[in-house]
């Protein structure tokens, strides 16, 4: 009984020792240097090795960051499995078992940790999920500041707009426990004109999807001028109607012969209120119990963002509502619904939101709908957007776990 809790202490401080050289080593590790640093984590952990794999830019493969590896499909792999639902999965191979870790962000879907080993037991699946929360906090941190993981979740060239535009983008899922958003964006490596962007402050989402005119470099100009005075203004305590003007007042003044079209949103997600801006552009749509409600956040048409500085100064409508708990609300540019076939087929309105309500009543989670959805889209018109396509889902629910949250 008395060497019980002497050899609990003696496991505990050799644990804690191991943990504090692999941290030490991860803060200073470069980012090309994480692949090795994954296999001596996993040896010091008893686990064989360790692999980590990112989603490009598309979601459509997984990229290892061993570039002597090649790629995994996100569509029909285990590695994918893992990507796509957010939860561990073990396969059996010849000389033991492989697990794939989903590694996220808080709410980003990062990749996965492929980790193998001789056999496995709880120990090992614990410290399995322990290295993917490491190498997630790791990845978040060092491709701010490297250019080497961006390279690697690309698969082709990017045009200088795009480059841009996307320095600018937040994360494409941000979440908190009351409240998920997720958005994509077509063509991923050609976009100009559109942007979006979300925010969760203290108990408040901030969400905005904008549609710059035209496509060109001038174009991801105004989007991202447009983002900067809306970030501005929103950490200097700026409600959505200070936003708003914000962005009136700074393409005036720096762009004055551009504009764009957008939504602003500010959800109150103790309450479930509701307040956002229509600048002349496609209205929001309201998902409750698996159906649109019509008409639900139509407003007055309002002037396009950048002309209403240059033509009289207005006062901005903000237009309130309150959302039930499991509403969606969906934000859209025109290139969504404008898509078209080979024969000239609108994608359309009601194809594109009875695709969100069946797949999110098939439990797919928000990130993963709008992933799916975007392919369908990009397949539809063979991989070639006529125009900028951009979609951002948020959802509202304070009943929501943290653990829910942070997949969906």
């Known amino acids: 009984m008395s060497g019980t809790p002497h050899a609990s202490v003696g496991r505990a401080a050799v644990d804690e020792s191991r943990l504090e050289v692999l941290i030490s080593e991860a803060q200073t590790a470069l980012p090309f240097e994480l692949p090795a640093l994954a296999n001596r984590c996993a040896r010091a952990l008893d686990l064989d090795a360790a692999l980590i794999y990112l989603a490009d830019l598309q979601e459509r493969l997984l990229m290892p960051l061993d570039e002597a590896m090649e ?220 159906r649109v409600l019509a008409g639900a956040l139509d407003s007055p048409p309002q002037l396009p963002i950048g002309l209403a500085g240059q033509l009289s100064p207005v006062t901005r409508q903000v237009h309130e509502t309150t959302l039930k708990p499991g509403d969606h609300v969906l934000l859209y540019t025109d290139g969504v619904v404008e898509a078209r076939d080979a024969y000239g087929r609108e994608f359309g309105l009601d194809r594109f939101t009875d695709f969100i309500i069946r797949s999110s009543a098939a439990g797919q989670r928000p990130a993963e709908v709008l992933r799916l959805l975007i392919h369908a889209i990009l397949d539809r ?18 009943q929501h776990t943290t653990v829910r949250s942070l997949g969906r």
């Not at 906090?137 to 707009?161: E, F, N, Q």
């Not at 957007?385 to 951002?392: G, K, M, P």
Request: with cysteine; hydrophobic share 45%; charged share 20%.
């Open 381 to 398: 018109q063979r991989n070639q957007l006529r125009d900028d396509a951009t979609i951002l889902l948020f959802e509202w629910g304070p």
């Open 71 to 290: 790629p995994l499909p996100v569509a029909d792999s285990l590695a994918g499995w893992a990507y796509r639902t957010v939860s561990p999965r073990v396969a059996d191979v010849d000389d033991g078992v492989i697990v794939w870790m989903p590694l996220v962000d808080g709410a980003e879907r990062l990749g996965v940790l492929a980790l193998r080993t001789a056999s496995l037991d709880g120990a090992r699946m614990r410290r399995s999920r322990i290295l993917a929360h490491l190498f997630a906090m790791l990845i978040t941190s060092k491709r701010a500041y490297s250019d080497w993981l961006a390279a690697r979740a690309r698969t082709v060239t990017m045009g200088l707009p795009a480059e841009m535009l996307r320095a600018f983008l937040p994360p494409h899922t941000v979440g908190s426990s009351r409240c998920v958003s997720s958005a994509v964006l077509e063509p991923a490596y050609d976009v100009a004109g559109d942007a979006f962007d979300h925010s969760v402050v203290k108990t408040v989402l901030h969400t905005m999807i904008l549609d710059s005119m035209g496509h060109d470099l001038n174009s991801g100009l105004t989007a991202s001028v447009a983002m900067a005075a809306a970030r501005n203004t929103r950490r200097g305590g700026g409600d959505v109607v200070d936003i708003v003007d914000s962005i009136d007042q700074a393409l005036t003044q720096w762009l004055p012969d551009h504009f764009c079209t957008g939504v602003l949103c500010r959800l109150d997600t103790e309450t479930g209120v509701l307040r956002w801006v229509n600048c002349g552009h496609p209205p929001p749509l309201l998902i409750r119990a698996e």
